[in-house]
Structure formats: C-alpha cells, structure tokens
C-alpha cells in the first residue's frame, strides 16, 4: 500500500480536517493487514428497521457483521415508543438474523446503566466498562454468545 520510507523521510502531523481519502486509507492499510493475518472477514450488513403505516423509519438497529460476529452499532427507539417491549422485537429480529447468517457471537456499547441493563435482560453480559465515560456514565461492552 505505500512505499518504504526511511525514518527521516516521513513527518508526524494533527490534522484538525483530515480528508475523507486519507482516512479510508488508512483504514483500508489495517483492514488489509487483519485479512492478511487472520483471513477474511467476510464483512456484511444489515439493518432491522421499525416502520410505521406509511412506511417511514421509526427506529432500528444497524449491525456489522466481520469474522462471524455481529457487532450492533445503533439501537434507536424514539422516547415516544420506548417501554412497548420494541426494541426487545429489534433485538429479537437482529438476533435471528445473525444466526441464520451463522454468527457466533453479538457485541454492542451501551452509556450508562438503563440501557445496559436493558441488554441484560436479553442474555448479554458485561465484558468491559469505562468508567464516567462523560456527565458521570460509564460506557459498557457487553457481548453475547449464540449457540
């Protein structure tokens, strides 16, 4: 992907507005080296969304797939649909779509204790925390395994 340069050939910058180009460069170098060391990922994705009667989004979730797990990026409900057991349906459709595309595994983020907790309830466990990540909330990995 790039040419060797000696130590003194290269210079080290922050850059306030990184061009998009150059970003997915150099996301593109890890991904290269990741599938070089382990194989590929096999990325897709996909999303679960709610729609109302007319057809326009709701809420949803949008999910990742790379070596076979699923990595839940965003789980939204507006306030007004929250506590109707919906997002317990999203998830529950995220879930079936991950195993009939043989994941092993699902992982996700979640700020502060509520939304954890709610994952809880749905067979998650915590993996790891950030303690008062911002205004006084951690941030939670939490995973769970698919048999």
Not at 29 to 35: A, C
Not at 63 to 91: A, N
Not at 101 to 117: I, K
Not at 127 to 136: A, P, Q, R, S
Request: glycine share 12%.
């Amino acid at each position: 992907m790039g040419v060797p340069l000696s130590r003194d050939a290269v210079s080290i910058r922050v850059e306030q507005e990184p061009s998009a180009a150059e970003v997915a460069y150099i996301e593109r170098g890890l991904y290269v080296f990741e599938e070089g060391r382990l194989g590929s990922p096999e990325h897709s994705h996909f999303a679960v969304f709610l729609r109302d009667q007319a057809g326009h989004v709701q809420g949803g979730v949008d999910g990742h797939i790379m070596w076979r797990r699923l990595f839940i990026k965003t789980l939204w409900l507006p306030e007004s649909l929250r506590g109707r057991g919906l997002g317990t349906r999203l998830m529950a459709a995220t879930e079936a779509e991950a195993r009939s595309r043989g994941c092993l595994g699902m992982w996700l983020t979640a700020l502060g204790d509520h939304p954890r907790h709610f994952y809880l309830r749905l067979g998650f466990v915590t993996i790891g925390e950030l303690h008062d990540y911002v205004g006084g909330q951690s941030l939670y990995t939490l995973e769970k395994t698919l048999n």
